[in-house]
T-cell receptor
Framework: DAKTTQPNSMESNEEEPVHLPCNHSTISGTDYIHWYRQLPSQGPEYVIHGLTSNVNNRMASLAIAEDRKSSTLILHRATLRDAAVYYCILRDSNSGYALNFGKGTSLLVTP | NAGVTQTPKFQVLKTGQSMTLQCAQDMNHEYMSWYRQDPGMGLRLIHYSVGAGITDQGEVPNGYNVSRSTTEDFPLRLLSAAPSQTSVYFC????????????FGSGTQLSVL
């Protein structure tokens, strides 16, 4: 099963861009790359997802490497409310099967 | 539109007791799943379903049973609770296509004494 690898923690200053990396070297052709975040004492919430092309939405941007073995979630201007654990997961488009989330990256945002 | 609703929010059990965690969604999602999250850990998949009458195991299915008799509901049953099942449980749902986002419930905090 394809797995993802993320740094345990990262730190950013408020109003600066944040680049959260994710490695997924065993990704298959039918896997979509999803990002979720989890605020303290809450369930995960969707951030963004993509297959091959870079994606933008109101929350973030997703940059996908050409070989799809890595991706980067970009928060353009971090706010204190962006402090959360960010998870990168792979979701199989055939079965809908979503694997374990791993430990994710804990993002600390300082004023 | 309530989204994904989990009940109860908190539960304390004694070892050996049984109980059912409820999960309901009102978005007509085909895919539903259960995760557990232990302190300082990520979410691990317990069971999932791609439609009524169809269920399958995730990474940590032992000690848990599921069934899917309707599209809306996906209950998780603990037949004989153990302290190792103390955790926060999350239910998630989505449309079946793998490129659709997951919607999560707010979680059930379960303690087994």
């Amino acid at each position: 099963d394809a797995k993802t690898t993320q740094p345990n923690s990262m730190e950013s200053n408020e109003e600066e861009p944040v680049h959260l990396p994710c490695n997924h070297s065993t990704i298959s052709g039918t896997d979509y790359i999803h990002w979720y975040r989890q605020l303290p004492s809450q369930g995960p919430e969707y951030v963004i997802h993509g297959l091959t092309s870079n994606v933008n939405n109101r929350m973030a941007s997703l940059a996908i490497a050409e070989d799809r073995k890595s991706s980067t979630l970009i928060l353009h201007r971090a706010t204190l409310r962006d402090a959360a654990v960010y998870y990168c997961i792979l979701r199989d488009s055939n079965s809908g099967y979503a694997l374990n989330f791993g430990k994710g990256t804990s993002l600390l945002v300082t004023p | 539109n309530a989204g994904v609703t989990q009940t109860p929010k908190f539960q304390v059990l004694k070892t050996g007791q049984s109980m059912t965690l409820q999960c309901a969604q009102d978005m007509n999602h085909e895919y539903m799943s259960w995760y557990r999250q232990d302190p300082g850990m990520g979410l691990r998949l317990i069971h999932y379903s791609v439609g009524a009458g169809i269920t399958d195991q995730g990474e940590v299915p032992n000690g848990y049973n599921v069934s899917r008799s309707t599209t809306e509901d996906f209950p998780l049953r603990l037949l004989s609770a153990a302290p190792s099942q103390t955790s926060v449980y999350f239910c998630a749902s989505s449309y079946l296509q793998g490129n659709e986002k997951l919607f999560f419930g707010s979680g059930t905090q379960l303690s087994v004494l």
